[in-house]
């Protein structure tokens, strides 16, 4: 099989787990695929309806990436990162990247933050698996609008609409490096307030990136607008919906995992009732919740083809790489580290 690989890792200072392979599958050189992307339309907008490609002096839109509740997202081309109608909030960016414009409409909501805000409050919490911002431009039209990584490979959320349910592995494959987002974010004060399938982007290569961080809050405001324990509890809402292909019910009325999915054991299911639990505090760290998932199964590749369209498909990698070594050192160091958490969480729970 063609398969593309990168290296993220579970390091921090209570422990230290080996690197996790993550994998996509990737295209025969032989294959066609000529389904359109599905984007994730904000309601009242269609294909007919889609806002107008945006201008931006030195750069070049090239395709609409996704509408969300209040913003628009294109596909860029940066011809002249020196142009004047660009400010760049770090050195060697990359020549394609996604701008974000407000969506000027009484179908959508106003912005809680400007584009300028918004970076402002991205720019402390940058980590590889979070969607990385690199400035703001002034359009044709006198809009700020945000200069943001470019992940063109869709979001989970598309990828369950078109695959289906994701096996176990791929599972660990998606979501291991979203928990150690959410776990620098909380170490930093603050928590995402919003995550879903939608959010979590993925790149060709078939790394996540957590987004949609404009409304992250300070820990310690109002509960309403979320916690770290919320962020874990949506996380593990995204990995029951990405399993079985339905959002998880009520524990009491909730059917056991492992009826719904064969494959997951007994440490799956047990770290993801634990995420659900009603009781914040009965909840994993999200750094915990990285080293139980990525120790509980062996990840799988992620299949991308389905849910991406024609010109995403010429950017999937067909590089073709061995299956790995070392992988049964890899399992018990990670067993080590998820037995540990998992004293951890049994003691927070008896204070």
């Given amino acids: ?10 390091d921090k200072a209570h422990y230290r787990l080996p690197p996790l392979l993550w994998i996509t599958s990737a295209v025969p050189a032989n294959s066609v695929h000529s389904e359109e992307m599905h984007h994730d339309l904000t309601p ?13 002096a030195g ?7 996704g509408i969300g509740g209040r913003s628009a997202v294109w596909l860029v081309q940066c011809r002249l990162p020196s142009a004047s109608a660009i400010i760049w909030a770090g050195p ?13 409409t009484g179908r959508s909501s106003p912005p809680l933050r400007s584009a300028q805000r918004e970076l402002e409050a991205m720019l402390p919490l940058v980590h590889e698996f979070m969607v990385r911002p690199w400035g703001l431009v002034t359009t044709a039209e006198n809009q700020t609008a945000l200069l943001l990584e470019a992940c063109t490979a869709g979001s989970l959320g598309q990828l369950r609409r078109s695959a289906g349910p994701l096996s176990p592995g791929q599972c660990v494959t998606a979501l291991t490096p979203v928990a150690q987002a959410l776990a620098h974010l909380h170490e930093r004060g603050a928590a995402h307030g919003d995550v879903t399938a939608a959010n979590i982007l993925l790149t060709p290569e078939g790394r996540p990136a957590l987004g949609d961080l404009g409304d ?11 916690t770290a324990e919320d962020d874990v509890r949506a996380l593990g809402s995204v990995a029951w919906g990405c399993l079985t292909g339905r959002e998880p019910e009520p524990a009491p009325r909730r059917v056991p995992l492992q009826s719904l999915v064969p494959g997951a054991g007994d440490e799956l299911t047990e770290l993801l009732e634990a995420s659900l639990s009603p009781h914040p505090a009965d909840r994993p760290l999200a750094g915990e919740f990285a080293a139980e998932l990525y120790s509980a199964v062996r990840a799988d590749p992620l299949d991308l083809l389905p849910a991406v369209d024609d010109a995403t498909l010429a950017e999937l990698p067909t590089v073709l ?17 998820d037995l540990w958490h998992r004293v951890r969480r049994c003691l927070r729970r008896r204070r």
Avoid: Q
Avoid at 216 to 226: C, H, I, K, R
Avoid at 323 to 337: D, H, K, M, W, Y
């Fill in 1 to 10: 099989m063609c398969i593309a690989y990168a290296y993220p890792r579970l």
């Fill in 92 to 104: 060697n960016p990359p020549d394609r990247l996604a701008l974000k414009v407000p969506l000027s």
């Fill in 216 to 226: 992250a809050v300070l820990l310690g405001m109002d509960a309403a607008y979320g």
């Fill in 44 to 56: 009242g907008w269609t294909s007919h309806t889609a806002p107008i490609p945006p201008r931006v």
């Fill in 59 to 65: 750069m070049v839109t090239e395709r609409l990436l």
């Fill in 321 to 337: 790489t061995g299956s790995g070594t070392g992988r049964n050192g890899e399992r018990f160091a990670g067993r080590v580290a």
